[in-house]
């Protein structure tokens, strides 16, 4: 018999719930009566004790389905140690929720924060399986994270419909993509949409070099352009500033967003017409993608293979196509960013992309 808790943190994505199921059947199939609780709302509801017993047919029919069936909510890591509004201290909270369910090990589907938290947990001896989720795919020691190839497709999906408008009308079109601080979504949907400029958190942009490719392609007699922006791109001026000068700089900004800014510049330096699309949160909604669903459900597999010979303390992660288990200590608090020597960048410059950088 196992006693096993699902925990679902951070911002979600399409294929927590696939993930989910993964584990769950695979443990099913070794444990018939296994015992899976779902602690509702991230690690909120393992600090307050709020959790259900969930049933297999729970697992059912969600391989498709979006978001996830037991909540999420963001608890920074950086207020973990400290106690909430009513003096309570959350890691004990956490530790007694896990020992009153009398728990074999919790399963924890996150990000890089709650990776922070997860390792944390396991420090403090409970034992602890995590899966990477985001669609950032910023989480070190995976090739790929679950939910990102989705909201890639989303992404591309975006940039096509730009495409034909921008076509029409001879305008110059930002697409800003999410991806936090690093680069990976809106490069990977910037090479599949096509996009002209891609601007990426990892190599700060000189918008000089912005407006000679504009030019460039309007000399060429193109009418039109895309930029596949990153919600984090930086100019060159602000990377150069220190946090508190660049926080400070931000918050006295005009521009919702880094799009507007360089939508504006744009605008003024080549006298071109500029629209800004932001998908935003429909990155991260919707179903699964067929790849994500089979990864999600690999990981999910190999989770339960961890719990059944009782090896804790580790993320699931993917390296060379193949499933590996990476000790937590190792992933959290580490960042994985797109190279700007990288290969990818390398080919994608060699297809005439530009990426702000000369
Ligand atoms: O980490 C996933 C992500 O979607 C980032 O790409 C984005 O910056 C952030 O979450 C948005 O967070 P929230 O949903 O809390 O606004």
């Given at each position: 018999m196992k006693r096993i808790a699902l925990l679902t943190?951070?911002?979600?994505?399409?294929?927590?719930n696939?993930t989910m199921r993964g584990v769950a059947k695979s443990i099913y199939e070794t444990y018939p009566d296994a015992e899976i609780y779902g602690i509702l709302?991230?690690?909120?509801g393992?600090?307050?004790?709020?959790y259900k017993k969930m049933k297999p047919s729970d697992f059912s029919?969600i391989?498709?389905?979006?978001?996830t069936i037991i909540?999420?909510?963001?608890?920074?890591?950086?207020?973990?140690?400290?106690?909430?509004?009513?003096?309570?201290?959350?890691?004990?909270?956490?530790?007694?929720?896990y020992?009153?369910l009398k728990l074999d090990c919790i399963v924890i589907l996150?990000?890089?924060?709650?990776?922070?938290?997860?390792?944390?947990?396991?420090?403090?001896?409970?034992n602890?399986v995590?899966l990477?989720?985001?669609?950032?795919?910023?989480?070190?020691?995976?090739?790929?994270?679950?939910?990102?190839?989705?909201?890639?497709?989303?992404?591309?999906?975006?940039?096509?419909?730009?495409?034909?408008?921008?076509?029409?009308?001879?305008?110059?079109?930002?697409?800003?993509?999410?991806?936090?601080?690093?680069?990976?979504?809106?490069?990977?949907?910037?090479?599949?949409?096509?996009?002209?400029?891609?601007?990426?958190?990892?190599?700060?942009?000189?918008?000089?070099?912005?407006?000679?490719?504009?030019?460039?392609?309007?000399?060429?007699?193109?009418?039109?352009?895309?930029?596949?922006?990153?919600?984090?791109?930086?100019?060159?001026?602000?990377?150069?500033?220190?946090?508190?000068?660049?926080?400070?700089?931000?918050?006295?900004?005009?521009?919702?967003?880094?799009?507007?800014?360089?939508?504006?510049?744009?605008?003024?330096?080549?006298?071109?017409?500029?629209?800004?699309?932001?998908?935003?949160?429909?990155?991260?909604?919707?179903?699964?993608?067929?790849?994500?669903?089979?990864?999600?459900?690999?990981?999910g597999a190999?989770a339960a293979?961890?719990i059944k010979?009782?090896?804790?303390?580790?993320?699931?992660?993917?390296?060379?196509?193949?499933?590996?288990?990476?000790?937590?200590?190792?992933?959290?608090?580490?960042?994985?960013?797109?190279?700007?020597?990288?290969?990818?960048?390398?080919?994608?410059?060699?297809?005439?992309?530009?990426?702000?950088?000369?």
């Open positions: 943190s951070g911002g979600d994505c399409q294929s927590l696939a709302e991230g690690y909120k393992l600090i307050y004790g709020n029919g391989l498709t389905l979006g978001g909540g999420t909510s963001r608890q920074p890591f950086k207020y973990m140690r400290d106690p909430d509004e009513n003096g309570l201290d959350k890691v004990k909270a956490m530790k007694s929720t020992k009153k996150g990000g890089n924060g709650t990776h922070k938290t997860a390792n944390l947990l396991s420090e403090e001896g409970l602890v995590t990477p989720k985001t669609i950032d795919n910023d989480i070190w020691g995976t090739d790929m994270t679950f939910g990102f190839q989705s909201a890639v497709d989303i992404a591309t999906n975006a940039i096509d419909c730009i495409h034909t408008t921008a076509a029409s009308h001879g305008r110059v079109f930002i697409v800003e993509v999410m991806g936090h601080k690093v680069g990976w979504l809106t490069l990977h949907a910037g090479i599949a949409g096509g996009a002209d400029i891609i601007l990426l958190p990892e190599i700060p942009y000189d918008i000089n070099s912005v407006v000679d490719a504009l030019n460039k392609r309007t000399e060429q007699g193109k009418k039109f352009s895309i930029l596949a922006v990153a919600e984090g791109a930086i100019s060159k001026e602000d990377a150069a500033l220190s946090k508190k000068e660049y926080k400070k700089k931000q918050a006295k900004s005009p521009f919702p967003s880094v799009s507007y800014k360089i939508g504006k510049e744009i605008e003024e330096r080549t006298g071109q017409e500029v629209r800004i699309t932001v998908p935003g949160h429909t990155q991260r909604g919707g179903e699964p993608c067929a790849y994500d669903r089979v990864i999600s459900s690999r990981l190999a293979e961890l010979q009782e090896k804790y303390g580790y993320m699931v992660g993917i390296k060379n196509q193949e499933i590996v288990p990476v000790p937590l200590s190792e992933v959290a608090g580490k960042l994985k960013m797109v190279e700007p020597d990288s290969s990818i960048i390398k080919e994608a410059k060699s297809l005439g992309i530009c990426f702000g950088d000369k």
